[in-house]
């Protein structure tokens, strides 16, 4: 099966969360596991990263960290995302040499160039539909992804609003991975392990 699913870690790590990420990954269509928990002690962070890395390195998912570069050049992630305020990206993959570093660019032409000629491995896009995780994001519009898929070389990765009926005219459209938390950490009718069923 293709890994397509860029997977996005609830705001808040629950008791049953690891069991739960460990019946996810075992469906084996997430390629990347990002832990984003805002508002969270360093000590508390190191604990999950441990833990978290157990179960992505038995699935063969990459772990990526949200926003704080130096924190994930001196932990055993393999990379780290950054949105447009997190610091300088030169700085980044100065430090992130054998890691993975992604952008977001929201929906822009002009972020996107820079983020190439800073060398990321991978670049962001959204918000494309609605999304619960950011209400406020920025739009981003679906021509976009067509005109990186030609002019910029790397994975384009989808984010803002994706589920099972929305999905596929991104991939069709040129993106290679479909950004998700909500979909699976918050469904109403199914349970993550059932949610991430419906991606393939």
Request: net charge positive; proline share 2%.
């Amino acid at each position: 099966m293709k890994r397509l699913v860029y997977l996005i870690s609830p705001s808040k790590v629950k008791e049953n969360f690891y069991s739960d990420l460990n019946e996810v990954l075992a469906f084996k269509n997430v390629k990347f596991f990002q832990l984003r928990l805002k508002k969270i002690k360093k000590k508390d962070l190191f604990q999950i990263i441990n833990k978290v890395k157990k179960i992505t390195i038995k699935h063969n998912v990459k772990l990526i960290l949200n926003d704080n570069f130096i924190l994930a050049n001196k932990t055993k992630v393999d990379g780290c995302h950054m949105g447009q305020r997190d610091g300088s990206f030169k700085i980044a993959r100065k430090k992130l040499k054998r890691k993975i570093l992604g952008i977001t660019c929201h929906g822009s032409k002009t972020l996107a160039e820079e983020a190439y000629r800073n060398n990321a491995d991978y670049i962001a896009f959204g918000s494309f539909f609605k999304s619960k995780l950011k209400p406020g994001a920025k739009k981003a519009n679906i021509s976009i992804i067509r005109w990186a898929k030609k002019k910029i070389k790397k994975p384009i990765v989808v984010i803002g609003g994706i589920n099972n009926l929305n999905y596929k005219k991104l991939i069709n459209a040129g993106a290679k991975y479909i950004a998700i938390s909500s979909f699976i950490w918050d469904n109403p009718k199914l349970k993550p392990e059932l949610a991430i069923r419906k991606f393939k």
